[in-house]
């Protein structure tokens, strides 16, 4: 199997990191289904691959494989632990055939770091001659770091130049219109066979990712901003924290930014004030007397999650049930059948609280259902995961770039709808031999666990037709799946928010997308529907 892909200087910089944190290297030869979904099963293989370690380069390249410009076999580069993760990523994408061979780092001529070379020669020198060479090592290494940190300083003064907020918003709704271009131009070119055309949507594909990165900031602008916030809500609340803040490196778009900082602070306040138990409180769990907060950010493909985790006292879902009961939410019969993650998710329900007091004691707090509205009205969603004395953890994966948006396009009951990528997790032809039945509801078998069936027309209200394509996806600490008519592709689309008041009864409808062809297009996420339905028919 051989590997011809173009490697940069940066990419083998990349790749000696990886294989000095303990990654492996593999070639992987992948052969793709016939059809629309060989651009969605390539899209799902290297998002599942990033995501258990990282993709170093692919044949086709990416934009070739967004453009769909596939020939029924892909070639990827991928750094991993182990053979055991390649063979659980293939396992879990779907219809796929692929071959994997380990690749040795002196084959591509990648060297390991200096100090696992000298560790190499510790036999035949001594121990001294070792440690000398090593410090003379590291201080060329800090004496070229400082140079070059002096002089990017110096060449900073006269390469930055500042520009408005209101002229790079100008210049994104812009990158907005190449992107409507090149999908555009990307429909003609498969039915007109122009290789010139073909060259000119890759490289309008090169320069809309290029510009898209202009309005990204780092988040640790915004995480450093709440460590006197929580020192100021710990010290008025009687309690003892430390802060911690990780991949403030990791950059969003400004306006995503924007939109979080109400969220998070709430969050935030949350685990300050409702989370970490008093110092005495503590001691006698016997924990330390000093809580911890950590907020960490991490950057996967097109999203970031942003994490808040505290090791306080953890959420009581008792309570949470009997007041959900009481506030006339879900029956006691219900309330008796809910699971662990069900009962979590109560607490996103409008204006259900266990609290008499606003985390931080100002009336502008947002509860935890404004908090979920604000992420999921930018193509975001909010998870929680809590165990009683241990603590709780929120999650929040938000779109890296606000406006661009990765999505599968179905067809339903004669309808065109975008489901946000990051959710689907596998993809398969609908045969009856492959649903079960338990009870009234339809279920397959995904990952050695039962996953229940919808249908997305039923849940959408629309004419039932035939349904071909089963979708199984992941929303609220679980498993679910929805059948559809049609498998159209991925496309990235431009996202607008939805504005219409009439629609404010509809959470699971928040934006819109205009597609290559111009249709426009409502972006949903299914799960939201389906609460709905199982909370109408438990009452």
Known sequence: MKFKAKLTREDFDSLSALLNQGLNLFVMDVKLPEGMLAQVNAFLLLQML?????????????????????????????????????????????????????VLASKLGITTTPERRFKAKRESEGIEALIRKLEKSMRRREMATISKQDFSHRMKLIKEVKVSVEDLDRIFTLVGELVLIRNRLHRISEDVNLPALRELVKYLSHVTNELSKIRL?????????F????SDLAERSGKKIDLLIEGEEVSVD????????????????????????????????????????KIAAERSGNFTTISIEDDGRGIDLDLVKETAVKRGFISRSMAERMGDTEALNLIFLPGFTTKKEHPTGEESDMGLNAVKQS??????????????????????????????????????????????????????????????????????????????????????GLPRREDRYGIVMRRGGRLYAVSVSTILGMEDVIVKPVDDEKMLHMPWLTNFAILSSGKIVLVIDPYHILERELNATSL
């Open 50 to 102: 990033s995501e258990r370690g990282e993709v170093v380069s692919t044949i086709p390249d990416g934009e070739a494989i967004s453009n769909g410009d596939l020939k029924g076999r892909l070639l990827i580069l991928t750094a991993q632990r182990s053979e055991k993760d390649i063979l659980e990523t293939l396992k879990n994408v779907g219809e796929i055939e692929a071959d994997f061979t380990p």
């Open 217 to 225: 900031t780092s988040i640790g602008q915004v995480l450093k901003t």
């Open 227 to 230: 460590s006197k916030f929580v």
């Open 254 to 293: 400004r306006m995503i930014l924007e939109e979080l900082l109400d969220p998070l602070k709430s969050l935030i306040g949350n685990a300050v004030v409702h989370g970490i138990e008093s110092p005495e409180e503590r001691i006698t769990k016997g924990k330390s007397a000093v809580g911890t907060i």
């Open 375 to 460: 992420i999921e009205a930018r193509g975001g969603i909010i998870e929680v995961q809590s165990e009683k004395d241990k603590g709780t953890r929120f999650n929040l994966m938000v779109p890296t770039n606000v406006s661009l948006l990765t999505t599968l396009l179905v067809e339903v009951g004669g309808e065109v709808y975008a489901i946000p990528s990051f959710i689907v997790r596998y993809i398969f032809k609908l045969e009856p031999s492959r649903v079960k039945h338990l009870g009234k509801q339809p279920a397959i078998i995904h990952e050695d666990a039962i996953v229940p069936l919808y249908s997305l027309s039923n849940l959408l």
